[in-house]
């Protein structure tokens, strides 16, 4: 048996990335874990679908990110700056 684990950080409440999330898993049997600040999907797949576990992943993943809400402005050029050093 073939097994897809997908994991990617968000910037909503938990509710609405629960609900992004079971957008993804529509017709696939897994198991679902939204935190605050991530969320996990894992999926289990059956003999025949394990053929085709690179396309199914691939189709999952670009779904997730395009659903995803980005970072909010701040944040990212926060995280884009290098650290400096420190006056003293």
Do not use: W
Not at 43 to 66: C, H, N, R, Y
């Amino acid at each position: 048996m073939s097994h897809i684990s997908i994991k990617r950080a968000h910037h909503s409440t938990v509710a609405d990335a629960r609900k992004t999330a079971d957008k993804v898993r529509s017709g696939l049997h897994g198991t679902l874990a939204v935190s605050a600040k991530d969320i996990q999907v894992d999926v289990k797949l059956g003999l025949l679908m394990a053929a085709f576990k690179g396309p199914i992943q691939s189709a999952m993943e670009t779904q997730l990110d395009g659903l995803i809400k980005p970072a909010p402005a701040a944040a990212k050029s926060a995280a884009a700056k290098p650290a400096g050093k420190a006056k003293k």
